[in-house]
């Protein structure tokens, strides 16, 4: 079993920047692909960005390319999320997730993540 916590969302202006950072328990972390997901009030979970076991291989949803950027530090079991350029949409609980099945093909859609952190706060103001 793996447990997420992830930290550093808060509140934030518009155009703003906040790192998002999840943590994981256990010696597995550095065989999964990590994923960053967020939902709205009122709306399904949407995939954010996606990182391969090894950090070389990345994936974001089009409305976040190149302003947001997942990252990780396997020695540290973490991943990261650096958010720029923020938007009042972005407004959201941000979740982070791990999928363990050594797929090729970093999965996007919330079904194929078999762990799931508690969430973190962003909300940007305009």
């Known amino acids: 079993q793996v447990q997420l916590v992830e930290s550093g969302g808060g509140l934030v202006q518009a155009g703003g920047s906040l790192r998002l950072s999840c943590v994981a328990s256990?010696?597995?972390?550095?065989?999964?692909?990590m994923g960053w997901f967020r939902q709205a009030p009122g709306k399904e979970r949407e995939f954010v960005a996606a990182?391969?076991?090894?950090?070389?291989?990345?994936s974001y949803a089009n409305s976040m390319k190149g302003r947001f950027t997942i990252s990780r530090d396997n020695a540290k079991n973490t991943v990261y999320l650096q958010m720029n350029s923020l938007k009042p949409e972005d407004t959201a609980v941000y979740y982070c997730?791990?999928?363990?099945?050594?797929?090729?093909?970093?999965?996007?859609?919330?079904?194929?993540?078999?762990?799931w952190g508690q969430g973190t706060q962003v909300t940007v103001s305009s």
């Open positions: 997730a791990a999928d363990r099945s050594f797929s090729r093909v970093l999965a996007t859609a919330p079904s194929q993540y078999d762990y």
């Open positions: 990182i391969s076991w090894s950090g070389t291989i990345t």
């Open positions: 256990g010696r597995t972390f550095s065989t999964y692909t």
